[in-house]
């Protein structure tokens, strides 16, 4: 028999209509729980709990969030290495990222227990004598938190703590894919000290409680990140009911390698931001845009260095790159070395379905050559180990290639000058850039986000978080 997990809703656990099996994609006769399903009115109730909670929170008083965001960060960061491994066997990163990925989750929760403590306002004069003019920040209401599976843990929490650090009450579902780690960590914040409403979680698929979190009446705002056609149709229901939104959305993520550059330097942070985490990330690097004079050196030893990655379990030791996270996934990941091919590409290496001793989802990453900006491998996300390789003349070509789709997230540059380094981070059209190091892999206290069709809203995590955390408010006075 496994454990069955139920929503949390209003301080109490319950059972929805049903449940499914939670599956390890490195193994699927491993089966890591049963996870209840939360019907619509279960939804309503979420919600209903969340503002019944809400004026007491959002006064409470700072010290009541700090201690409670301290508690959850110290637990996480002592159960580190189990909840890591209970992530790396749901969602299949390799069990050292899955840690790294839990370390983040319980920092994140310290830094914004102590951002409770820091939020300012300001006192101005009035133009008009006599009369004092504050600007104050006050809690937005009930947020709700939709999530997508490939960072099961960091992602509820880079939204949860400061949507609790500020006073708003929540409701989070997370994706029906991997619900292990978000009710891991909704258990651990039940314990934390926080009134029963306040936190509330709902699981199940984004059509049946996704879409009525969205568009529920009692909701002041939805924090969503997931895919581009997901959040711009929740972009569209926002405006229609005027809740206030914040979507992180998908990337496709260029990494400039210019004929200046360290080979095997350039060669480590390729491979790391294409194909670790199978590939699974919004700030993986699908792109390789290589000037001609380095060209063949780059593409040489990238070959070579991805004959010695080790795919396999992703609770191994040894293991470089884990399964793709879902049989959906992976077909689309294989379709697109297809239709690479079909448009013109040259499959350097991988790109095929693994036998493995378990029955998992596993590829050997791939990398197309011979690619152009129009071809669709360059345009679309694939959003798994599949990366391809663009050759341009110099770096003015680079800087245009780099820019040239729809997304722009993350863009990174391996480089030894100076100038191109600095003129590269001036002019990406991306939100984050890298120099010399890999497009993914971020600090938890600065912002995180994007341009383009990546982002749409205020940026997430650091202090700017508290732009969509809170709303300001004017007051004046004549005393
Ligand atoms: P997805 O859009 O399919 O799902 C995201 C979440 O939205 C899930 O919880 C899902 O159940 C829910 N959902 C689905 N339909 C909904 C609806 N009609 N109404 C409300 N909610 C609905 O994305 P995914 O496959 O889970 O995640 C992969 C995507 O997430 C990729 O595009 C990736 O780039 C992106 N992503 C972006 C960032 C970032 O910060 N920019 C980070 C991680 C992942």
Known sequence: MT???DNLIGGQWLAGSN???????????DVIGEYTQASAEQLDAAVQAARAAFPAWSTSGIQARADALDKIGTEILARREELGTLLSREEGKTRPEGIGEATRAGNIFKFFAGECLRLTGEVVPSVRPGIGVEITREPVGVVGIITPWNFPIAIPAWKI?????????VVMKPADLVPGCAWALAEIISRS????????????????????????????????????????RIAQQCAVTLKKIQLEMGGKNPQVILDDADVAQAVELSVQSAFFSTGQRCTASS????????????????KVRMAGLKVGDALAAGTDIGPVSSLSQLEQDLSYVDIGQAEGAVLLAGGERL???TDGFFMAPALLTDTTAGMRINREEVFGPVASIIRVKGYEEALFEANNTPFGLAAGIATTSLKHATHFKRHSQAGMV??????????????????KGSSYGSREQGRYAQEFFTIVKTAYTLP
Not at 161 to 169: D, M, S
Not at 220 to 225: K, Q
Not at 434 to 451: C, E, I, K, Q, S
């Open 193 to 232: 000290g926080i009134p029963a409403g306040v936190f509330n979680l709902v699981m199940g698929r984004g059509s049946v409680i996704g879409d009525p979190l969205v568009n529920h009446p009692g909701v002041d705002a939805i924090s969503f990140t997931g895919s581009q056609g997901v959040g711009a």
């Open 287 to 302: 792109r390789l845009i290589v000037t001609e004079g380095i060209y063949p050196k780059f593409v040489e030893a990238m």
């Open 434 to 451: 890298m120099v010399n190091l890999p497009t993914a892999g971020v600090d938890y206290h600065v912002p995180f986000g994007g341009r």
């Open 355 to 357: 036998k493995l001793p």
């Open 19 to 29: 449940y499914t099996p939670n599956l390890n994609p490195s193994n699927l006769g």
């Open 161 to 169: 703590a400061p949507a609790l650090a500020y006073g708003n009450c």
């Open 3 to 5: 454990q069955k997990h």
